[in-house]
């Protein structure tokens, strides 16, 4: 088994829910496995990070007159549907510095277009939309690791 078919098994078993493939051939054999281990410790920061965001959203919803903004814009949100990471890894909105972002807010998302990527062990995941409509709020800054389910997107359906 040479070099690149090593690393599409590798891509397989990071893009579904393998925990464990092992290929033997006349040439000897390869086992992969994915690590839960880090999965969990990698989690775990990335929640306090995340739980502390909306701390400071809190603060200013005590003075009275700004109460019934921010009690409006969540009743709009239940209309929204959550674009999630399916992986765990760092999130890109650009495939590369100088190319153009994938998606802004208000861009038009079709199922199958890429929003984005997420880099695992060095592979560089396309992260396609599997739902028609329209960005209204991007939930994590470029570069920044994202956990498995984290809330990336908030898309206002067609």
């Not at 306090?48 to 400071?56: L, S």
Request: with cysteine; proline share 11%; aromatic share 6%.
């Amino acid at each position: 088994m040479d070099l690149k078919q090593i690393h599409e098994l590798i891509k397989i078993v990071n893009k579904s829910n393998i925990g464990e493939i092992s290929i033997e051939d006349k040439d000897g054999k390869v086992t992969i496995k994915q690590k839960e281990e880090p999965v969990i410790n990698v989690a775990a920061p990335q929640h306090q990070v995340y739980t502390t965001a909306p701390a400071p959203a809190a603060a200013p919803a005590p003075a009275v007159s700004a109460a019934p903004a921010p009690a409006a814009a969540p009743a709009k949100a239940d209309n929204y549907i959550t674009i999630k990471s399916p992986m765990i890894g760092t999130f890109y909105r650009r495939p590369s510095p100088d190319k153009p972002i994938f998606a802004e807010i208000g861009t038009e998302v079709a199922p199958g277009k890429v929003v984005c990527i997420i880099e695992a062990m060095k592979l560089f995941n396309e992260i396609e939309s599997e739902i028609s409509g329209t960005i209204v709020k991007i939930l994590v800054d470029d570069a920044s690791p994202v956990e498995y389910d984290q809330p990336l997107f908030l898309v206002e359906p067609a």
